[in-house]
């Protein structure tokens, strides 16, 4: 079992940053993959970024690469997402979410591959 609590969304203009903070608890968390997911109103879940457990591997999105990144803290257990030049269009409500079922053989970028997710926290950009 993890919990997942996300924080650090909010108002930012076009162009600043924000630093997404998730939380987690539970044994399972070093040895999870972890992802962050986002929903805009009227859209689908869509992937954003994750990380491996061993915090070797990164993935993104195209839409996010070279403004956002994902790290992980095991010692405090959480995982980033700093999230820098935003746009409108980055306005959602992002999710953190945790693949712990082994083998993890599937894509590491769909959200049916992962166990447990936060609530969410929304992030709005302004123009």
């Known amino acids: 079992q993890v919990n997942l609590v996300e924080s650090g969304g909010g108002l930012v203009q076009a162009g600043g940053s924000l630093r997404l903070s998730c939380a987690a608890s539970?044994?399972?968390?070093?040895?999870?993959?972890m992802g962050w997911f986002r929903q805009a109103p009227g859209k689908e879940r869509e992937f954003v970024a994750a990380?491996?457990?061993?915090?070797?591997?990164?993935y993104y999105a195209d839409s996010v690469k070279g403004r956002f990144t994902i790290s992980r803290d095991n010692a405090k257990n959480t995982v980033y997402l700093q999230m820098n030049s935003l746009k409108p269009e980055d306005t959602a409500v992002y999710y953190c979410?945790?693949?712990?079922?082994?083998?993890?053989?599937?894509?590491?970028?769909?959200?049916?591959?992962?166990?447990?997710w936060g609530r969410g926290t929304q992030v709005t950009v302004s123009s």
């Open positions: 990380i491996s457990w061993t915090g070797i591997s990164t």
């Open positions: 539970g044994r399972a968390f070093s040895s999870a993959d």
């Open positions: 979410a945790a693949r712990v079922t082994r083998p993890a053989v599937g894509d590491i970028k769909t959200a049916w591959e992962y166990d447990y």
